[in-house]
């Protein structure tokens, strides 16, 4: 019905889904977590976040 | 969407007709397409779609807390139905949902598409913006959401959500506050989330959770309404019952409808009587509705559809050019009108000329039963009271009749017991 099929939920509320995905979601947030840790000390650079599509 | 033949037709994108191909073979579907709770369909050819018409389309806003509420429940468990099989809802909207009477149906069939791998439910921020966050504020703060939802096809913002609801009660600060602040704090990063949380492993037990999490606190919310004006009337108005029952005979004699309108339906008894396929129980006041839905659906009926309707303030054209949400009169004409112990309210509380209500009546084009009470009965000389005695010094028995044989000739008048009201069957005038 609406006009607009495709949402974008944005980024905050994406974010937010962890935090409501109770159990579930504690091995997610360690692995994002770590990813950005491993970022931030550049262990890691940006590119590799880029999805492949 | 509606072929000229009024169909309601649906053509689906290359990969919609590859969703469509796998969710017809899931069992959810089929499942709720048995029970009703998703519209009937059928594929005419490939990539083309025919939906069963539904009687009457109507909008959240004119929906009572109790309306929303039931909405917002079928829209998770599908959701969660779904996600079982592998699928999602792209959206969380109320506008994918209409009713069969009281019985809510999911119509947007579209809307279900195969679950991508590491993807959140996209439709969550819709669904906190136009159903929970309109139910928290009934449910905590007293306000009914309607006008808002009026003003804005959009819903509430988790920013303007945060402002409005109290922080420390049920799902307020995750689903508001923290909303709000991770919105805020993301908003001009440009940081790609989603393929962040496709690498972080998201995956669907995190949306069940979600859905189980957000059916348990809508289930648990109720409506908080002040004072009504209207619940409750009809025990406490000074009918009788000898003259309700003329009513409720004199209503029956109008014969029957394909679809009829009550205005100012109330406790939908008139409404119940009625010898009509389908009736719209319509009234202003949000928890007369709400009450009025929850015993319809406790009865189980398919054939009344209670809705919040301010006649002095309709619902008007919305959404791009005014054309994607109609006004009440665009989406289905009446072949009946009910209007009972209604007149004197629009006429002296709202200050609608009879002139002006006598045209709009006729502008529908549908037989009447309409009721007049005089400036003797008592429900009246309370609204008068409120007024300047000038005001409304035209307001009797001769003038409405004027106006009435303006646009309708009657065709049958009964004066009800009390002496003080006369109930009128009117054709429009050709």
């Known amino acids: 019905m609406a006009p607009v099929s495709y949402l974008d939920a944005g980024s905050g509320s994406m974010l937010l889904q962890i935090v409501l995905g109770g159990v579930a979601a504690i091995g997610v947030t360690a692995k994002m977590t770590w990813r950005r840790v491993l970022r931030t000390l550049r262990i890691r650079r940006d590119d590799d976040d880029v999805t492949e599509s | ?430």
């Open chain 2, 1 to 430: 969407m509606y072929s000229p033949t009024g169909e309601v037709l649906r053509e689906l994108s290359p990969r919609g007709r590859e969703d469509w191909d796998a969710l017809e073979r899931t069992r959810f579907f089929r499942r709720a397409l048995e029970d009703g709770r998703i519209v009937p369909t059928e594929e005419l050819e490939p990539g083309l779609l025919r939906h069963e018409r539904l009687p009457f389309v109507s909008y959240p806003y004119e929906w009572p807390f109790e309306m929303l509420r039931e909405a917002a429940l079928l829209q998770l468990s599908l959701l969660g139905e779904a996600l079982e099989e592998g699928f999602v809802l792209k959206d969380g909207s109320p506008y994918n949902v209409q009713w069969r009477g009281s019985q809510p149906v999911f119509v947007d069939v579209g809307s279900f598409e195969r679950l991508r791998e590491g993807e959140p439910w996209a439709g969550y921020r819709q669904f906190c913006a136009l159903f929970l966050y309109p139910l928290m504020l009934q449910a905590y703060r007293g306000v009914a959401p309607q006008p808002l939802l009026r003003g804005s096809l959009e819903g509430i913002e988790p920013s303007q959500a945060r402002a409005l609801l109290p922080r420390f009660r049920r799902g307020v600060l995750t689903h508001v506050v923290l909303h709000d602040r991770l919105e805020a704090r993301h908003a001009d990063r440009q940081r790609d989330v989603r393929s962040e949380l496709k690498k972080a492993g998201f995956k669907k037990e995190l949306i069940q959770a979600n859905v189980r999490g957000l059916q348990k606190l809508v289930t648990r919310l109720s409506p908080k309404r002040g004072r009504s004006e209207w619940a409750g009337y009809r025990e406490a108005a000074p009918y009788s019952n000898e003259d309700a029952d003329r009513k409720e005979r004199f209503v029956r004699s109008a014969g029957p409808s394909q679809l009829a309108w009550d205005l100012g339906a109330n406790d939908g008894r008139f409404a119940r009587a009625l010898d009509a396929g389908y009736v719209l129980a319509l009234d202003g006041d949000e928890r007369v509705v709400g009450e009025l839905y929850a015993s319809l659906r406790a009865e189980g009926s398919k054939t009344i559809l209670p809705l919040v309707v301010d006649l002095a303030d309709a619902s008007p054209d919305r959404g791009w050019r005014g054309v994607e949400r109609r006004r009440l009169e665009e989406r289905g004409r009446p072949d009946l009108v009910l209007c009972l112990a209604l007149v004197h309210h629009l006429a002296i509380g709202r200050n609608v000329p009879f002139a002006e209500l006598v045209a709009w009546l006729r502008g529908l084009g549908a037989r009447v039963v309409i009721e007049f009470a005089d400036r003797e009965d008592p429900m009246v000389a309370r609204l008068l009271a409120a007024k300047r005695e000038e005001v409304h010094e035209g307001y009797g028995r001769e003038g409405f009749e004027r106006a009435l044989r303006e646009g309708f000739d009657v065709t049958r008048s009964e004066e009800l017991a009390s002496g003080t009201r006369t109930l009128y069957l009117a054709t429009p005038k050709q």
